[in-house]
């Protein structure tokens, strides 16, 4: 097996791993493990797709969530790709906010720059242009934030996921 991490900088980590395995077998230990009456863990399994979540007790805000994708290469060889990140519901929501930011940066641009072609006071689309940008950067580091609180859960679960695949 090998394994490809990309940077850390990332509030989404990704890695792909090589398997000499068949796809099918790959999958199927996830769904033994998962339906095993001991396992914690919440999970939805279509196709060679698999979405790990974490225990409904221990799930919050911050809570990560792993996706999986198991791809046929040849016979007997697999590629696993893996995701970590927050739910969607929440990844929707930070990206709405991050889409926001922008639009209004455009627009309190635009509106800083009418209002100073026509000399008028410009004071506050000036600083909402300024201000924005610092949002946005604060923004970034609630996600930081937020990947640091959950990165014990997603060790749990990328322990899991290992112990699965080596079963």
Aim: charged content about 25%.
């Amino acid at each position: 097996m090998s394994e490809y991490r990309n940077s850390n900088i990332h509030l989404r980590p990704r890695f792909k791993m090589n398997f000499d395995d068949d796809q099918l077998n790959l999958i199927k230990k996830f769904k033994d493990n998962l339906e095993d009456g001991n396992c914690k863990y919440c999970s939805k399994i279509v196709d060679g797709h698999i979405v790990i979540d974490v225990p409904i007790n221990e799930n919050h805000f911050w809570s990560p969530q792993l996706n999986i994708e198991i791809e046929k290469v040849k016979e007997k060889t697999t590629i696993v790709k893996g995701l970590f990140g927050p739910k969607p519901q929440v990844w929707t929501l930070f990206m709405f906010f991050h889409f926001a930011v922008a639009v209004f940066f455009i627009g309190f641009s635009v509106m800083a720059y009418v209002q100073r072609t026509l000399k008028s006071d410009n004071f506050f689309a000036l600083s909402m242009v300024f201000a924005l940008p610092i949002v946005w950067i604060v923004m970034y580091f609630l996600g930081r934030i937020g990947k640091k609180r959950g990165h014990k859960q997603m060790d749990e679960l990328y322990v899991f996921m290992m112990k699965t695949l080596y079963k």
